[in-house]
Each structure stands twice: as C-alpha cells, then as structure tokens.
C-alpha cells in the first residue's frame, strides 16, 4: 500500500513531517517498508535567470552565463549546454551539492581561465529522464530563487506499508489517517458524500444469482458523459502509488480505491447486452480480462455477465469488451460486496493479483457503500460531465453491527501496562469505536463497520466429540475473549507498541528440553557421516518425471501431481536415487563422471502418512580418486554396502546384529547386490550396482553403485544411564583360521558361526583374506579370519584356548559345510 505525503493531508490535518508519520506508523503496528522522498536529492537546486549568456573567450563550444538566484551578486557560471541563452530561466546546482544523474560533488573551478561557481542542470543530470541534450527551460513565470523541488512539486514523499491481512481498513489513504489520528498525529478530518440528485430511471439492473458469493450490490449510470485524460492532480497522484492513469473514468475507480480503499468498477453500457448485469457462478467460458489475459471462469468464479455472457471476474478485475474508453458516453458505476474466502480463493487458483482482490479478500466497509457511490458520482460529473441515474440495488445489505466489552484491569494483566480507564476509552472513540455502556471497571462498545477483525465470528471448528453444553460454553466463551483481546490490543498499539513493557516468558524447567526429536537428530548425523566418507550432498525435488520413477519401483496413479511445476516433474518419487542418478548423468555430461553423491529425503510409496519413507540414499560411480598410496579403481558394490554399514554403525546398530540377503528390488544388478536385514523381516537398508539396463537408459557412467538406509526403520535408541566401557585388564589372545568352502556361501556365514561358537569368550571375527585359485578345487574358496578370544578375570591356559579354538572350527564346518584349510 502506498500512498503520498500530500495525499494523507487531505484526510488528515498534521503538519507532521513524513519521518514523524513513519515512526509513529511502525509504532502503532503498521510497518513502513520504504520511503521515498525525491525532493531529498534535489533540495539544493533554485530556479535561477540567466541574465547573460555570452561566448567564453577561449572556447568555441562553452558559454558564460551570469547567473541571478533573485538575492546577493550575480554568479558566474561556464555551461556547455546549446539551448542556454539570455534571459531563460533554468535549475541551478550550487558547489557542494551532488548531481542526482551522475554522483559528482560540485566545485568551485576555473574552466578554460573563466572561473565557474556553480552549474545549470539537464533533466538527465537532475535524475529526473535520460535527457541530457541541453538544460532544463523553465517558463517565465518561473519564481528566480525558489527550490526547484518545491516548484515543480516534487517534495511530496511517497510512503510504502506492509497491511496484514486482518487490516483491510489500512488498505485506504482514510484508514491509515484514522490510525494516525488516533494516536495523537493530528486530526481526522470531516468527510461525507452528499446525495447526488438523480435525473433518469437507470437503464441497467442488477440481479444476484449467487447470494453467498455477492450478497449486496449497487449501481449507478450517468449519461452524457466525456472521457477524456484524467487532470493533472489526479494522474499525478496514481503515478506516485504506482498506477498508471488510463482515463478519467477507470482513474476515478482506481482513485477510490487507493483513497477509500473501496473498489469501484465501471461499465460502458453501449457495450453491454441487454439491460441486465447478473452476478453468478462461472459456466466454464471465457472472457478477455483487461490485462489482455483469457480467463476461463469455472463454477467456483463468481462473474458478472450479461446476456452474452460473464464480462468481468467480480472483485478481481473487469473484462476487455465493456471496459471504458475514450468514445464512452453511458457508462454504469458498479459497486458491490463480496464473499473475502471466494475471491481470495479465485485470485489464487487463476494467478491474478489486483488492488480490488487485495481488499476484498480481507474485508472492504458495509457501510461505505452508499457514500463511496455518491462520492464518485459526483466526481465524474465533475470531470466528465454528463447526468446520473436512480441507484439499483441488489440484494440485502449484511447486519455488520456488533459489541465488544474491555475490562480495564485486562489491559495491565494481558499486556503488563497501566493505562487510564479514560485513556482506553478516548482511544477506542478516535478509533471510530462508539461506547454503549461503560462503568468504573469496564466498557462495552459497538465495533466500527470498517473493522473486520474485532470481535469477528470464530470459524474455527471444535474438537469432534463435544458435549453439546460444554461445546456452547466453549464457543460463548471464545466469542467473549477474542473479541476483549481485540481491543486490549488496538489500546495498546495506538499507545505504541514500543511501550508495551518487555517481559521474559517463564521458564518450562531448569533445563530446555531436547530441540531436536529423535528423527531429527538421526538425519543430522546422517548428513554428517556420508560427508566424512567423501560424498557430496544434493538437494533435489521430491518429484520426477514418472518414466524416471518407473525405472525404480511402481508408480500408483495415487502419486501423480495434479498441477506439476514442469511436465517432466509430475509424480512423487518412489526413493531420492532417482533423483541423485539424473544428477550424476548431468554432472557425467559436463566431464565428471567419478563421483559420489548422497540425499537425505522423502521417497513415497503411496499417498498415505505411512507411505512417505524418510531415506539416505547415496550413488558412487566411474572410479575411486586417485591416491599415491593405492591406485584408482571401478567402485563396486561391496564400496556401496560399505557407505550403509558405515552410516547403520553411527546410528547404534551394529553390523554382527545384521543379516544380508541377495533378494535387493529389481532396479539392482542381480547377483551384486542385496539387503540388509535385522531379524528376518525388517528390511534397514539395501545396496548394490545399479542394473546395466538402467544405467543405459539414464546415461549413467560405469559402474554406478548405490545404497538406500531407511531411517524410520531403524530401532530407537536406547535411553539410560551410560554404561562405563568393559575394558579387561588381561592381553586378548588372537588366532588364525583359514576355511574351503564353496564358492557359494557368503563369508557372513562364516563370520556369524565364529563370532557365536563362544559368545562371553569371542570379541572380534575379522575377514582378512579370500583366495580361489589353482592351489583350490574348481568351485571353492578359501576365506581366512582372525578370532580375537578376550580373558575378562585370568589368562587363558593353552587348553581354554585350544578349546575355544575347536568351538570355531567346528561351528564354521556346521554352518557352511567347508573344512579347514591344511
């Protein structure tokens, strides 16, 4: 919302500066977002009379001109403009000062042996247009030594302010001069609309077919008119909130808009069909709005149409065909009241931002509607001319009438400030409050038309399942709070908010409780472990393309977008792999294909709560960097389940407790990959090589890894008391086992029958070999283990170890059917 200086002084009598208006703004709770004062730049320059311009004496191109500001000496000044000359009047820039155009500070200086005490200035260097071919010709009449910005009236600021959407009275020039006033900035002025003497039966009436979107309407024609430009004063003022004018009768609907915050809409009405406008639901036709775009208006718009059809998207923005030009002569004033929800929820499906949807999404004055018609009435008579109608009228004018009560103690025990009884009332009545009753202890007042928010009905729904008395107690109760917390915050903020006492809010307990919850924490160190081990962290949509998706799971119709941001981005992603193998095929097309990648994110299995997974996923692919200790090499899947077990062991479960199996989705390599499980059925994470078809299909350099951990999935933590670490005293003795066995049997087999053939004794199975070669059967491997036995009272005696040592041997033969290795 902006507004001029000058503009808020026809509605509010102040000689406040406008940094006095903003400060008293912010403080009573309506944020100033900029102000904007051209006369700041331009206060040094005066209208000055060349008195003389003659050639300079050692240079063809200048001119000498003695320069008049209408008191002291003449100055002398060297300009090198064509158009100067004897007896003009021009700007005047005195040394010191800063050219607007141009950021130079002017001196005092000696051009070509002539001195030069100043200088004449072009629209271009007074930052006012890119003309620069000569200095600014003023006319004679022209006051010598007045400021320039005082003359050509640009010492108006212009003043911007954030209105929340509660605010809809603040969207007009009259309610932010109410505010002020009420805060002791002045006084409102006196402002009324008299009756305009109609002339004519209006040729047009109103119907309303949709009541809830539109329940009251009027209406007005006024014949004979002539459109024409809009008069200085009034084009000057749109231009400077940033409307451009149009014509005198669409600049007076804009003009109450901005002043009365009233949206006005004018049709021509030789352009209408029939005698009949209706205000209704769309039926899925389309019209050409005036910002040249087609709107299609479906049941959910409320339109109003004549006979050929819906003409304007009502309280949005009118319509192409009927609008206002400059061969109008009948013209219909339209000014009606509508449903805030209905528009808001038009403006937003249909894209389309207004000054009339702004208000009417947060509420426009019942009451105003009468006066706002008379008003503009007469101001098209006089700038158009022409004779008016007899109002229409439609519908029924809402019953906008309520109370609120203030009990005074209230204000110190809900906002900790002591403030008169007399006070708050004086406050309420500037604030167009009129008191009903009032007593030593308390107020009751009747609520402003113009103030929606203030003891407004609750829409909120109840908790279901309410007794039906406790459920009316709730709602009385509630209606008789919000609307006394209403008030105590409109005493209190036209008070000041910057005096409202700062108070500290209690504390909960001596110590704050955990900020993050358990799943927050785990996705933290998530994060962190997958940077240590060297991947990069990217993050993607949540939705791809779905012949993307389909290439990693299923893709229920359940999960497809009904209004995409792209047409290659239309479904839920079933995991964030998807999206880190398209990263890698780009960051491969760009000369990167050795790279590591990971993402912590959702992946979606259907629409339900339950189907959205939370998912660290990560893609290595190419070769590993290259290092002077160990040359570079393809990666391979074991370097993928390597990244999961490395990020399950961060987050508390051990790698013995987990089983893997090689049953991994179809979108893995067969055969090199797997999951891995804890227990039979809970499935924690699962890796592998991605399947060659798809890493063909997405242009996926080879090899290409992965690994998803399923963070949901994972136990929670244990809580409790810290256990000290069980650190033995004795050495831990450590044997060599060697087992052949078939090619076949995955070495966790023979690492899980080791580690449980003693289980108080053993503390670390570790594979350190696996050799197949000559020296073997054909299909057989040879898998060789160090089993660290830990003494916990005394040292073992060679017979405890050769014991224990058998119990491995024969717990491995069990499990993989192998032998030992001579």
Same mark, same amino acid.
């Given at each position: 919302?902006?507004?001029?200086?000058?503009?808020?002084?026809?509605?509010?009598?102040?000689?406040?500066?406008?940094?006095?208006?903003?400060?008293?703004?912010?403080?009573?709770?309506?944020?100033?977002?900029?102000?904007?004062?051209?006369?700041?730049?331009?206060?040094?320059?005066?209208?000055?009379?060349?008195?003389?311009?003659? @050639?300079?004496?050692?240079?063809?191109?200048?001119?000498?001109?003695?320069?008049?500001?209408?008191?002291?000496?003449?100055?002398?000044?060297?300009?090198?403009?064509?158009?100067?000359?004897?007896?003009?009047?021009?700007?005047?820039?005195?040394?010191?000062?800063?050219?607007?155009?141009?950021?130079?500070?002017?001196?005092?200086?000696?051009?070509?042996?002539?001195?030069?005490?100043?200088?004449?200035?072009?629209?271009?260097?007074?930052?006012?247009?890119?003309?620069?071919?000569?200095?600014?010709?003023?006319?004679?009449?022209?006051?010598?030594?007045?400021?320039?910005?005082?003359?050509?009236?640009?010492?108006?600021?212009?003043?911007?302010?954030?209105?929340? @959407?509660?605010?809809?009275?603040?969207?007009?020039?009259?309610?932010?001069?109410?505010?002020?006033?009420?805060?002791?900035?002045?006084?409102?002025?006196?402002?009324?609309?008299? @009756?305009?003497?109609?002339?004519?039966?209006?040729?047009?009436?109103?119907?309303?077919?949709?009541?809830?979107?539109?329940?009251?309407?009027?209406?007005?024609?006024?014949?004979?008119?002539?459109?024409?430009?809009?008069?200085?004063?009034?084009?000057?003022?749109?231009?400077?909130?940033?409307?451009? @004018?149009?014509?005198?009768?669409?600049?007076?609907?804009?003009?109450?808009?901005?002043?009365?915050?009233?949206?006005?809409?004018?049709?021509?009405?030789?352009?209408?069909?029939?005698?009949?406008?209706?205000?209704?639901?769309?039926?899925?036709?389309?019209?050409?709005?005036?910002?040249?775009?087609?709107?299609?208006?479906?049941?959910?718009?409320?339109?109003?149409?004549?006979?050929?059809?819906?003409?304007?998207?009502?309280?949005?923005?009118?319509?192409?065909?009927?609008?206002?030009?400059?061969?109008?002569?009948?013209?219909?004033?339209?000014?009606?009241?509508?449903?805030?929800?209905?528009?808001?929820?038009?403006?937003?499906?249909?894209?389309?931002?207004?000054?009339?949807?702004?208000?009417?999404?947060?509420?426009?004055?019942?009451?105003?509607?009468?006066?706002?018609?008379?008003?503009?009435?007469?101001?098209?008579?006089?700038?158009?001319?022409?004779?008016?109608?007899?109002?229409?009228?439609?519908?029924?004018?809402?019953?906008?009438?309520?109370?609120?009560?203030?009990?005074?103690?209230?204000?110190?025990?809900?906002?900790?400030?002591?403030?008169?009884?007399?006070?708050?009332?004086?406050?309420?009545?500037?604030?167009?409050?009129?008191?009903?009753?009032?007593?030593?202890?308390?107020?009751?007042?009747?609520?402003?038309?113009?103030?929606?928010?203030?003891?407004?009905?609750?829409?909120?729904?109840?908790?279901?399942?309410?007794?039906?008395?406790?459920?009316?107690?709730?709602?009385?109760?509630?209606?008789?709070?919000?609307?006394?917390?209403?008030?105590?915050?409109?005493?209190?903020?036209?008070?000041?908010?910057?005096?409202?006492?700062?108070?500290?809010?209690?504390?909960?307990?001596?110590?704050?409780?955990?900020?993050?919850?358990?799943?927050?924490?785990?996705?933290?160190?998530?994060?962190?472990?997958?940077?240590?081990?060297?991947?990069?962290?990217?993050?993607?949509?949540?939705?791809?393309?779905?012949?993307?998706?389909?290439?990693?799971?299923?893709?229920?119709?359940?999960?497809?977008?009904?209004?995409?941001?792209?047409?290659?981005?239309?479904?839920?992603?079933?995991?964030?792999?998807?999206?880190?193998?398209?990263?890698?095929?780009?960051?491969?097309?760009?000369?990167?294909?050795?790279?590591?990648?990971?993402?912590?994110?959702?992946?979606?299995?259907?629409?339900?709560?339950?189907?959205?997974?939370?998912?660290?996923?990560?893609?290595?692919?190419?070769?590993?960097?290259?290092?002077?200790?160990?040359?570079?090499?393809?990666?391979?899947?074991?370097?993928?389940?390597?990244?999961?077990?490395?990020?399950?062991?961060?987050?508390?479960?051990?790698?013995?407790?987990?089983?893997?199996?090689?049953?991994?989705?179809?979108?893995?390599?067969?055969?090199?990959?797997?999951?891995?499980?804890?227990?039979?059925?809970?499935?924690?994470?699962?890796?592998?090589?991605?399947?060659?078809?798809?890493?063909?299909?997405?242009?996926?350099?080879?090899?290409?890894?992965?690994?998803?951990?399923?963070?949901?999935?994972?136990?929670?933590?244990?809580?409790?008391?810290?256990?000290?670490?069980?650190?033995?005293?004795?050495?831990?003795?450590?044997?060599?086992?060697?087992?052949?066995?078939?090619?076949?049997?995955?070495?966790?087999?023979?690492?899980?029958?080791?580690?449980?053939?003693?289980?108080?004794?053993?503390?670390?199975?570790?594979?350190?070999?696996?050799?197949?070669?000559?020296?073997?059967?054909?299909?057989?491997?040879?898998?060789?283990?160090?089993?660290?036995?830990?003494?916990?009272?005394?040292?073992?005696?060679?017979?405890?170890?050769?014991?224990?040592?058998?119990?491995?041997?024969?717990?491995?033969?069990?499990?993989?059917?192998?032998?030992?290795?001579?």
């Amino acid at each position: 919302m902006k507004f001029t200086l000058s503009w808020l002084r026809t509605h509010l009598e102040t000689e406040a500066s406008h940094a006095q208006i903003a400060e008293t703004l912010n403080a009573i709770g309506i944020e100033v977002e900029s102000v904007a004062d051209p006369a700041a730049a331009l206060a040094p320059f005066r209208i000055a009379y060349v008195r003389e311009a003659k @050639p300079h004496p050692n240079a063809d191109r200048l001119k000498v001109c003695e320069v008049d500001l209408g008191e002291g000496a003449p100055i002398s000044v060297v300009c090198g403009a064509p158009n100067a000359r004897t007896g003009m009047k021009a700007v005047f820039a005195p040394p010191g000062s800063v050219i607007p155009g141009t950021g130079m500070v002017l001196k005092i200086g000696d051009i070509r042996g002539v001195k030069s005490a100043g200088m004449l200035l072009s629209a271009y260097e007074l930052g006012l247009g890119d003309d620069h071919s000569g200095i600014v010709a003023l006319p004679d009449d022209a006051p010598v030594g007045m400021a320039y910005a005082q003359w050509a009236g640009l010492d108006d600021p212009v003043i911007e302010v954030a209105v929340t @959407p509660n605010r809809g009275d603040a969207l007009g020039v009259r309610g932010i001069a109410r505010d002020l006033a009420a805060a002791g900035l002045g006084h409102l002025r006196e402002w009324n609309a008299e @009756p305009v003497a109609s002339r004519f039966p209006s040729p047009v009436r109103w119907r309303i077919e949709w009541p809830e979107a539109c329940p009251f309407v009027l209406g007005r024609a006024i014949r004979g008119v002539r459109n024409h430009a809009s008069p200085k004063w009034l084009a000057d003022r749109l231009r400077a909130v940033g409307l451009r @004018p149009i014509n005198a009768l669409v600049d007076i609907t804009n003009f109450f808009t901005i002043d009365l915050g009233r949206p006005l809409h004018v049709f021509d009405i030789s352009k209408l069909s029939g005698n009949l406008l209706t205000m209704r639901q769309g039926r899925g036709e389309t019209f050409r709005a005036l910002n040249g775009r087609d709107i299609l208006a479906t049941e959910e718009d409320c339109v109003i149409a004549d006979a050929a059809g819906a003409q304007s998207l009502a309280g949005i923005i009118g319509g192409e065909a009927t609008g206002c030009d400059e061969n109008t002569t009948e013209v219909f004033i339209e000014c009606a009241l509508f449903d805030p929800v209905r528009i808001a929820l038009t403006g937003r499906r249909l894209q389309i931002a207004s000054d009339a949807r702004q208000r009417f999404e947060r509420g426009v004055d019942p009451a105003l509607m009468e006066p706002a018609l008379e008003a503009a009435t007469h101001m098209v008579l006089e700038l158009c001319g022409g004779e008016p109608s007899t109002v229409v009228a439609a519908g029924e004018p809402p019953d906008w009438r309520r109370s609120a009560r203030l009990r005074f103690a209230r204000i110190r025990e809900f906002g900790g400030a002591e403030v008169a009884s007399e006070e708050a009332v004086a406050i309420l009545q500037r604030l167009g409050f009129a008191v009903e009753e009032q007593t030593a202890d308390e107020v009751r007042v009747q609520v402003p038309s113009w103030r929606h928010d203030i003891a407004a009905p609750i829409v909120l729904d109840q908790a279901p399942g309410l007794p039906p008395a406790k459920a009316e107690q709730a709602a009385s109760g509630v209606t008789e709070i919000e609307a006394e917390c209403d008030l105590i915050e409109e005493v209190l903020r036209i008070r000041g908010l910057d005096k409202v006492p700062a108070r500290s809010l209690p504390p909960l307990a001596p110590v704050p409780a955990a900020t993050l919850s358990p799943t927050q924490a785990r996705t933290a160190l998530a994060r962190r472990v997958l940077a240590a081990r060297g991947l990069v962290e990217c993050v993607t949509f949540s939705f791809i393309a779905q012949n993307v998706a389909a290439l990693f799971g299923a893709t229920p119709a359940s999960l497809s977008l009904c209004n995409p941001i792209a047409a290659d981005l239309d479904i839920m992603r079933p995991s964030p792999l998807p999206s880190l193998a398209l990263a890698a095929s780009r960051n491969a097309a760009r000369g990167f294909p050795d790279g590591a990648l990971f993402e912590v994110g959702p992946g979606f299995l259907n629409d339900s709560p339950e189907g959205q997974l939370l998912i660290a996923a990560g893609l290595r692919t190419g070769a590993t960097p290259r290092n002077w200790r160990e040359p570079s090499r393809p990666v391979e899947a074991l370097d993928a389940k390597a990244d999961a077990l490395a990020l399950l062991a961060a987050l508390g479960v051990a790698s013995e407790s987990l089983k893997a199996s090689p049953d991994a989705p179809e979108f893995y390599h067969p055969g090199r990959s797997g999951l891995l499980r804890l227990g039979p059925k809970m499935v924690l994470a699962r890796f592998g090589e991605l399947h060659p078809m798809i890493v063909e299909r997405l242009d996926l350099p080879r090899p290409a890894v992965a690994f998803e951990v399923f963070l949901e999935a994972l136990p929670a933590p244990k809580r409790g008391t810290k256990i000290q670490p069980d650190l033995s005293p004795f050495q831990p003795v450590r044997r060599d086992f060697a087992f052949v066995v078939d090619e076949a049997v995955p070495a966790e087999t023979v690492l899980r029958a080791a580690r449980e053939a003693e289980r108080g004794v053993i503390t670390s199975v570790v594979l350190f070999d696996l050799y197949a070669g000559e020296q073997l059967p054909a299909g057989k491997k040879s898998l060789a283990i160090e089993v660290t036995f830990q003494p916990r009272e005394r040292t073992f005696t060679d017979a405890e170890i050769e014991s224990f040592s058998e119990k491995v041997v024969n717990a491995v033969i069990k499990a993989s059917g192998g032998r030992l290795r001579g």
